[in-house]
């Protein structure tokens, strides 16, 4: 939908008159919505593919998004990947496929039913916007999610070697990330799976459910930690599970995060994104989108062996351009990202960033095709991270 027709169908739902210039101004006035946090007046730093950051307001910014296109906000992390060329000399090794006799168990584990009642309690937020209130409310929520699940499932001595932390954001939306500790005394780098936590609609202010965008990778991901911590999951590598923040901004949560381990130069061994998992078009064949442009070749390759070995559906090469989603983040920083979603772009859910990406809208919203994301993200945990024999 063009921005100006967007504007038109939302003028009604706004408290207060949005104008785009004036007699006296040609900024944007400022618009106030009960529950939100935020200025259309805001300056902000925005990076387009190919070009250097320019200045826009945070309305130009929504415009952009409206009209599809993919953008880091750098206004935070403007050198955000200033250091990266010291880690391209060194590139990560993604050995054989070697943990089938512990991976194959823990498939057999993953249910739908945790999936399906976590995305129903995630997606009965208004929006989970990262500047509204109900977006800092469904981030609450899914921490304390997090946290019951570890209780009830982790045993107790695997419970002292898991750490839950919000990653503090200046809107309010923070990002949630859980480690859990690896045994190796020498090698300390991490294996990471994310999601993006936030949603929206076109227009911030009405209604976005999130579903699949990505309510979906967040509960799936959410579902294989729970089937790993299940099964006394000691990696020796370190494992962490992120919940970003703010995607929809532009990147922001998960550009402020590795901007963080960028700093502290932080060993990030490999990091999969997990956006949009459960549509499957109706009259298509079920298939996982291997994301083949900015990302990185050899981990991308090694994921296309775990589909191979460990999902009951094949994969299918697509791109999804600049930016698209967090694990572009990582990769600004120089490390190795990749990105798997729930078909080719093309055949992918068009009811995203609007009030119907529900899960309830379709019988294409699959469950069942969820749970095969799941089986991806133990097994990139397991084959990347190792397991600690037991003496």
Known sequence: MKFSLLLAFVGCAVATQLAIGNADSQRPMIVSYPGFDLDLNELRLVQLEGQEPVWMTELEKINLKAEGVHFFDVTDTPDLGSSAHLRSAVKPVYASLNHSDVIRPILKTLSTDGPKENLKEFTSFRTRYYRSDTGRQSQQWLLSRISEIT????????????????????????????????????????????????????????????????????VTILESYRALIAADFRPVRPVEFHWYSAEEGGLLGSAAIAKAYEARSANVHAMSQFDMTAWVKRGTREEVGVITDYVDPSLTEFNKKLVQEYLDIPYVETECGYACSDHASWAKAGYPSIFTIESTFGNSNKNIHSANDRYDISPEFSFSHMLEFSKLAVAFAVELAGWTKKD
């Open 151 to 218: 209780t009830q499932y982790a045993p107790k001595a695997l419970q002292d070697q898991i750490a839950i932390n919000e990653f503090p954001h200046a809107w309010g939306q923070n990002s949630i990330i859980v480690r859990i500790n690896g045994s190796s005394a020498t090698d300390d780098s991490v294996v990471i799976i994310g999601a993006h936590q936030d949603s929206t609609n076109m227009w911030p202010f009405l209604p976005a459910p999130g579903a699949d965008d990505d309510g979906s990778g967040s």
